[in-house]
């Protein structure tokens, strides 16, 4: 799971990340890593994240204890 992955491993995702999208938009190596995510209308990893996160917690709090 992303939220338990180490900030090196986060860390090498978020650039895959980018180098993907920068070859699918057909854009430069050069073109910084914010605007490639504006560009496809990405959201950051981290916050991609988070939002997984917080539906898992909501999720699991909506299902009935079962004893």
Same mark, same amino acid.
């Given at each position: &799971?992303?939220? $338990? +992955? $180490?900030? =090196?491993?986060? *860390? #090498?995702?978020? !650039? %895959?990340? +980018? *180098? &993907? %999208? #920068?070859?699918?938009?057909?854009?430069?190596? !050069?073109? !910084?890593?914010? &605007?490639? %995510?504006?560009? +496809?209308? =990405?959201l950051p990893l981290f916050l991609r994240r988070e939002e =997984?996160?917080? %539906?898992? !917690?909501?999720? +699991?709090?909506m299902k009935p204890n079962v004893v």
């Amino acid at each position: &799971a992303y939220h $338990s +992955a $180490s900030i =090196e491993f986060t *860390r #090498k995702l978020d !650039s %895959l990340q +980018a *180098r &993907a %999208l #920068k070859l699918c938009l057909g854009l430069p190596k !050069s073109c !910084s890593n914010q &605007a490639v %995510l504006v560009d +496809a209308g =990405e959201l950051p990893l981290f916050l991609r994240r988070e939002e =997984e996160r917080r %539906l898992i !917690s909501i999720v +699991a709090m909506m299902k009935p204890n079962v004893v």
